[in-house]
Every structure is written in C-alpha cells, then in structure tokens.
C-alpha cells in the first residue's frame, strides 16, 4: 500500500469542504460528494461493492491495522492529526476514519419494483430508520417527494446504518414523477381504511407514508388504491411513522414468504 497523504492544516481545501458536507444536511447536493463518518458505514459501502474517492483517517486509525485495511479500500488514503478529525465530525465523540464519495448520478424511477414512498418525511432519524426496514423487508427502492428530509445528510445516513448501499433512492420528487410506477400504491392511515391484518396486500407494490403530523396529502391519498391502518389496541392515537413502516413492511414481507395475501 501506498503511503497516504498527510494533511496538517485547518485550511486545506479537502478539510473546508468535508466539515460542510458534516455540519449542512444539504451541502451534498451542491459538492456532489458524500461524507461517510465511522467504520461501520465505510465497511457497509465496502460490502455493497460501492467505491469510496477518499478515506480520511485520524494518525491513531492509522495505526490499527483493520482500519488501515479498510482504507486501503479507498481510491485514495489521507491521514489527519486527531484535532482536524474531531472537527470533521458532527458526534459526541467522533470516529476515526470516514470515507467519501461521489454522489450517485440522477437515476430513473423502477415502474415495477417494491417501493417506498415518503411524502414530506421532516426527521431525519425517523427517514434513515425507514430506509433501514425498506432494506430489511425487502423494499428495493425509495421515492422521496419534495419536503422529505435529504437522504443523503449525515443524521439519515447514520439512522439507516448502510441501508443507502442496497436500495434504488431518488429525491425530490414532484407527486406527478409518481405516474409512471406500475404497481398499486398503498396508503398508511391513523385512522382510516382496512385493518392491517385483513387487508389484501398487492406484492409488489408502493407503500405510501405519510408526514409526520399531517400524514399523506390528500392528492397522494387519491392515487392510492388502497388505505391500511394498524389496530393499535393500547388507545395510541398514532405511531412514529418509523415504527409503523416497520409494521407494515414486516407483515408484507412475512405474507409474502408465506406464500399468503
């Protein structure tokens, strides 16, 4: 392996912009590039097969071994003191090596494929857990309408664990690009529609999520052809929109494998 470049100033070009791409949700979307922070995420783009430009790592990660090993992965390896690391990162207590890399191209919608669609999702955490179970359950592809949290920020990635790597993601979306899938869309509801257990679930299809305090807009609700809610015996007015994709994507996955609709 070669030996990595080293950087020692606050100032360096490759620096400035890796702490935007850490401190702005959105600053991926104007540099083009992605900011992966921790071994678990470089080692989860590692196993997808994805490529990593850069890898930074703090002097102390260069001297572990295994984290050597995962860097040399990388098109390219650069080594910072512990300082210039800490303030690359947006933790309590910042991991050693990150990876970066290039923003995925624009990619076309999947007419056919299971999908997930997030009508104005706003917290990041709650998306990143969806992406986690759309991976988990089976769900191939993503479709972000305008007003969802940006996927690819950091507190996303982070929520999702690598989740990113295995799914077909697309954002800002306009609820017109939705006109071209060809499976039946399939609305999440507080309080309307067949109960989950006896609902008929079309496979594939595209399940539709809905905003955190309005739900799905009532235009998105129209497309639908069919609503689901999850008896929620307890007296919960609502679920965290996290928890119920959860749901409701296992109970499609777990019909499915059953051979059972």
């Known amino acids: 392996m070669n030996e990595p470049l080293r950087i020692t100033s606050r100032d360096n070009p490759l620096l400035q912009r890796l702490r935007r791409l850490s401190q ?7 540099l083009g590039q992605v900011w992966l922070e921790g071994d678990h995420l470089c080692r989860a783009l590692r196993a997808r097969g994805g490529a990593a430009a850069q890898a930074v790592l703090s002097e102390s990660a260069w001297q ?20 210039l690391f800490a303030g690359l990162s947006a933790l309590e207590s910042p991991a050693a090596i990150g990876f970066v890399l290039d923003l995925p191209p624009p990619a076309l919608v999947q007419q056919d494929t299971a ?28 479709l972000a309408l305008k007003g969802t949290a940006a996927l690819w920020s950091p507190k996303v990635l982070r929520a999702a664990m690598g989740a ?19 499976v039946p869309l399939v609305a999440t509801s507080s309080h309307a529609g067949d109960e989950l257990p006896q609902a008929a679930l079309p496979w594939p299809c595209a399940w539709v999520l809905g905003h955190e305090g309005q739900g799905v807009a009532g235009t998105l609700l129209a497309r639908c052809a ?36």
């Open 115 to 142: 999908t997930l669609v997030l009508d104005r999702l706003q917290d990041p955490g709650n998306v990143g857990s969806v992406l986690r179970s759309a991976a988990a359950f089976g769900v191939t592809q993503v």
């Open 164 to 182: 990113h790597f295995g799914l077909h993601l697309i954002e800002g979306l306009d609820e017109e690009a939705l006109a071209v899938l060809r």
């Open 64 to 83: 572990d071994p295994q984290l050597r090993e995962l860097a040399a992965w990388a098109a390219r390896v650069v080594v910072v003191p512990a300082p």
């Open 24 to 30: 702005d949700g959105a600053a991926y979307r104007r």
């Open 226 to 261: 069919l609503r689901v809610r999850i008896p929620q015996p307890g007296g919960e007015e609502s679920l965290n929109v996290a928890a119920a994709a959860a749901v409701c994507l296992y109970e499609s996955a777990r019909r499915r494998l059953a051979g059972v609709q």
